[in-house]
T-cell receptor, first 113, second 115 residues
Framework: QKEVEQDPGPLSVPEGAIVSLNCTYSNSAFQYFMWYRQYSRKGPELLMYTYSSGNKEDGRFTAQVDKSSKYISLFIRDSQPSDSATYLCAMSDKSYNTDKLIFGTGTRLQVFP | EAQVTQNPRYLITVTGKKLTVTCSQNMNHEYMSWYRQDPGLGLRQIYYSMNVEVTDKGDVPEGYKVSRKEKRNFPLILESPSPNQTSLYFC??????????????FGPGTRLLVL
């Protein structure tokens, strides 16, 4: 079993839809949770970052962490064609200095006009 | 402009021919790392470096070498490439100080094909 599981998609939605992207994990030591967005032929860029449980909102994006269920989500409201990309979840334990990130395989999202 | 650069962006080579992929950052970051990205496997860390002359193995270091002689540069060396090293490679950097992970930047990627 992988430490981090993520549905690869693709997920295809119409413009304006609410998108829900999810990851599950098995390591209860994970404390830091991140979402990266990766456009085709580009490097990943950090989108959202959450420490421990709870919600975090940034514009149209909301990240949720449920540590009791070992489940994290990214919601995109009013999705736009420019949101079409691969979304990677990543997480880490408390070992700050080692920067040991475990990535999900990514979910490909397509938002059509 | 703050950035991480990699060269070359695309490379086709043959088994056993030594190659180096360069990585450079202009943000004075202490921390640099290399990842490979493969379909169905996601991003996996190869090596990382916390500062000049300080390097350590990530999850998949076999077949790779790195060096950190200068703060801005972190080259990835494949001494004897094999076809299973065909992949998309990313270099990343961040500060050690500040909030964990918030300042990590990825390079544009190097697509390597080993025949």
């Amino acid at each position: 079993q992988k430490e981090v599981e993520q549905d690869p998609g693709p997920l295809s939605v119409p413009e304006g839809a609410i998108v829900s992207l999810n990851c599950t994990y098995s390591n209860s030591a994970f404390q830091y949770f991140m979402w990266y967005r990766q456009y085709s032929r580009k490097g990943p860029e950090l989108l959202m970052y959450t420490y421990s449980s709870g919600n975090k909102e940034d514009g149209r994006f909301t990240a949720q962490v449920d540590k009791s269920s070992k489940y994290i989500s990214l919601f995109i409201r009013d999705s736009q064609p420019s949101d079409s990309a691969t979304y990677l979840c990543a997480m880490s334990d408390k070992s700050y200095n080692t920067d040991k990130l475990i990535f999900g395989t990514g979910t490909r999202l397509q938002v059509f006009p | 402009e703050a950035q991480v650069t990699q060269n070359p962006r695309y490379l086709i080579t043959v088994t056993g021919k030594k190659l180096t992929v360069t990585c450079s950052q202009n943000m004075n970051h202490e921390y640099m790392s290399w990842y490979r990205q493969d379909p169905g496997l996601g991003l996996r860390q190869i090596y990382y470096s916390m500062n000049v002359e300080v390097t350590d193995k990530g999850d998949v270091p076999e077949g790779y070498k790195v060096s950190r002689k200068e703060k801005r540069n972190f080259p990835l060396i494949l001494e004897s490439p094999s076809p299973n090293q065909t992949s998309l490679y990313f270099c990343a950097s961040r500060r050690l100080a500040g909030t964990f992970q918030e300042t990590q930047y990825f390079g544009p990627g190097t697509r390597l094909l080993v025949l």
